[in-house]
Structures are given as structure tokens and as C-alpha cells.
């Protein structure tokens, strides 16, 4: 579905260049602006580095004049208005109406009515007094993002980012980018092999008695099954049953030295 994102009369320039981010990351490239402040606003140095990188979006953004230039070939205009009125379009929080409008578009599709509305504008007033009546008068739906009562203000760029994240989330969002590779799980031999290994620590350091093992280490196999350890981790553990073991020998060695030099003293005349 096509999808644009329309600023009126924006007075700060830093703005444009947060809403062409907001809008990078989600996916979406279609901005135009009406009327800003600034003539030159897509080229100024607060816009550019608001964008942190949007520079595509900025480059194919447009400025007109008229707000129905902007709205030109778009089906579905979605108002952000908080500002209460006398009358004007349902007022409606942003999943809610989204859910309902692809809902609608899948329902025609399947009853052969076409697939409508196939185009979807969001449009943003006035930093300082939001959308006019007359704008928000021609919208099919005002949509007001969830806040606290008590304090509903919002910066134009974050309200663009909370629009455009649920309008993807809506349209089917995007996978999750892992941040690490995808973890290989060790076979079941090392799993044997380390479970042996620690057989024998836990003997040494005296938890495990091999006369009278009952069910400890099939027990301690269910948990590492569990954990899904990997190759590494497999590693790491054999490190600390080696450990144990080294430790429980040092701390015999005293004794065994004692017992040595007490046999080699001659006895007392």
C-alpha cells in the first residue's frame, strides 16, 4: 500500500530531518512538506544531521504549496489531531483503526469490490498549533496516539516514528535482526563426555559417592540437555571439572606429606 507522510507548515527545520529517519527506518521514503518555514529547509545543516543518515529521504522529499498538492492520488487521509472539536472524523487510536483498515481491504479484495483504499497519507500540522480544522475536516479518520492524560505532548518526530512503527507493524513489520550469529549446540558425545568429566570432580571434591551415586548425574544430564549447551560452553565446564579436581588434590597433599615425614622421623629415645 502506497504510504506518505505529509508535514504542514513545519517551523523547525530539525524536525524534517528526525521524520526522514523516523520514516528510513520503517521503511518508508514518500514525504512531503507544505509550506514549511524555511524554503531551503531539506538542505539545512540541523535537517541534515537530525537525519542521522536519511539522506535518501530527504533528496526525494518534496515542498508545495498546498496542502492539495500533497494529498494528490492518496485514497485514505489520516489525521493527528489532538485538539477536541465540535464534529470532524472519528477519533481513533492508531493500531486499532490500522487492524480495521486492512481488515476492510482484505474483505473487498475477496468480495471482488478492488483492493481500496490502495494508498494511505499521515499528515502532521504545526509544531506549535497542530493540524487546522479545515485539514483535519477532509480526513477519513484523526488518529491519536495513547498518552498519559495528564501529558499528551509529543515532539512531531517521535509522533512520526510511533505512527510509521505501527502502521509497519500493521503491514507485517520487519524480522528481528539478531546481534549475534545463531549459537551451535554441542553433540551428544561432548555432552557425554563433559558429564564423565565431572563425574570424577564431583568425587574427588567428595559431593558424589561412586558406591551410592543414585540418580545425581542423570540428573545433571536433564539439566545440561536443557541448557542446550554449546561447543564453548562444553569447554568452559570441562575447565571448571578440572578445577575441582586439581583443587581437592591440593588440599589432600598436606595430609599425605605429613603421614610421609612422620614415618621417616626416628622414634624418640
Known amino acids: 500500500m502506497k504510504t506518505r507522510f505529509v508535514l504542514i507548515n513545519t517551523s523547525h527545520a530539525g524536525n524534517v530531518g528526525a521524520t526522514a529517519r523516523a520514516m528510513k527506518v520503517m521503511g518508508f521514503d514518500d514525504l ?40 494528490d492520488g492518496m485514497a485514505h487521509l489520516c489525521a493527528t489531531a489532538m485538539t477536541p472539536r465540535d464534529f470532524g472524523p472519528p477519533t481513533r487510536a492508531p493500531r486499532a483503526h490500522f487492524a480495521d483498515l486492512l481488515s476492510k481491504k482484505e474483505r473487498d479484495a475477496e468480495s471482488g469490490q478492488g483492493l481500496r483504499p490502495d494508498s494511505v497519507a499521515f499528515l502532521f500540522g504545526s509544531e506549535r498549533f497542530g493540524m487546522q ?18 501529558f499528551g505532548s509529543l515532539n512531531l518526530g517521535a509522533a512520526v516514528q510511533l505512527i510509521a512503527y505501527d502502521w509497519r507493524q500493521a503491514l507485517g513489520g520487519f524480522a528481528v535482526q539478531s546481534a549475534t550469529p545463531e549459537p551451535q549446540l554441542a553433540d551428544a558425545a561432548a555432552v557425554a563426555g563433559m558429564l564423565r568429566h565431572w563425574e570424577e570432580a564431583l568425587t574427588d571434591i567428595g559431593f558424589l559417592d561412586p558406591a551410592s551415586p543414585k540418580k545425581l548425574m542423570p540428573r545433571l544430564n536433564q539439566l545440561f540437555n536443557r541448557a542446550q549447551l554449546s561447543p564453548e560452553e562444553i569447554h568452559i565446564l570441562r575447565g571448571v571439572a578440572k578445577a575441582m579436581s586439581k583443587s581437592a588434590l591440593n588440599k589432600a597433599m598436606p595430609d599425605a606429606d605429613k603421614t610421609t615425614r612422620s614415618a621417616d622421623t626416628p622414634a624418640a629415645q
Open 133 to 150: 480544522n479545515e485539514d483535519v475536516y477532509r480526513c477519513h479518520v484523526a488518529l491519536s496516539i495513547p498518552t498519559d492524560p495528564k
Open 32 to 71: 512531503v512538506l507544505v509550506a514549511p518555514r524555511w524554503a531551503n529547509v531539506l538542505n539545512r545543516e540541523e535537517t541534515i544531521q537530525r537525519a542521522s543518515g536519511a539522506l535518501d529521504v530527504l533528496k526525494n522529499a518534496r515542498i508545495v504549496a498546498t496542502l492539495d498538492e500533497a494529498l
